[in-house]
Nanobody, 126 residues
């Protein structure tokens, strides 16, 4: 059974860093694009960053450009989101999602991803 599990969330002070991991089981990520999405209380889920199956293409929301870095290790079947210079407005539940790259029209279109993890909470607060 295809499963995605996020980890690495937690409480961090403004300006701090976290690294989120998205580990896949039941399938290999080799042919899947992976997206990181987040949802803050009272807000709609939004795209944060996405990466193609080979890692050759990435996409970042304007709000995280220069602060977040997405990467993947297909040998470990894991995708990472390095988050630096965190701000209170980054507080949200972060989800990873997977979709075969060939099925995507747009790399970071939330509604095109079918496979989702349960999410990990990130809280940025002093």
């Amino acid at each position: 059974q295809l499963q995605l599990v996020e980890s690495g969330g937690g409480l961090v002070q403004p300006g701090g860093s976290l690294r989120l991991s998205c580990a896949a089981s039941g399938f290999t990520l080799d042919y899947y694009a992976i997206g990181w999405f987040r949802q803050a209380p009272g807000k709609e889920r939004e795209g944060v960053s996405c990466i193609s199956s080979s890692g050759g293409r990435t996409n970042y929301a304007d709000s995280v450009k220069g602060r977040f870095t997405i990467s993947r290790d297909n040998a470990k079947n894991t995708v990472y989101l390095q988050m630096n210079s965190l701000k209170p407005e980054d507080t949200a539940v972060y989800y990873c999602a997977a979709e075969p790259l060939r099925r995507l029209f747009r790399l970071c279109a939330l509604n095109e991803y079918d496979y989702w993890g349960q999410g990990t909470q990130v809280t940025v607060s002093s």
